[in-house]
């Protein structure tokens, strides 16, 4: 039985926007200004794996 990544494409995708949700929803909880909420937020969704990466390594923390 040969496996293709096609079969499993519909799960990362699944996977990779619940990261993104959740990067988002730590993005509006977080203690920095509106203006870097908005500016990280938009890289999120408009870059999903790429601003995700950036967010878990840059990204701003706490409450």
Do not use: C
């Amino acid at each position: 039985m040969e496996l293709h990544l096609t079969h499993y494409s519909g799960f990362w995708g699944l996977l990779l926007l619940a990261a993104d949700i959740w990067a988002v929803i730590n993005v509006v909880q977080s203690g920095t200004t509106t203006g870097r909420k908005v500016l990280w937020i938009l890289l999120i969704l408009f870059l999903p794996l790429f601003g995700f990466v950036l967010w878990l390594l840059l990204g701003p923390r706490g409450r």
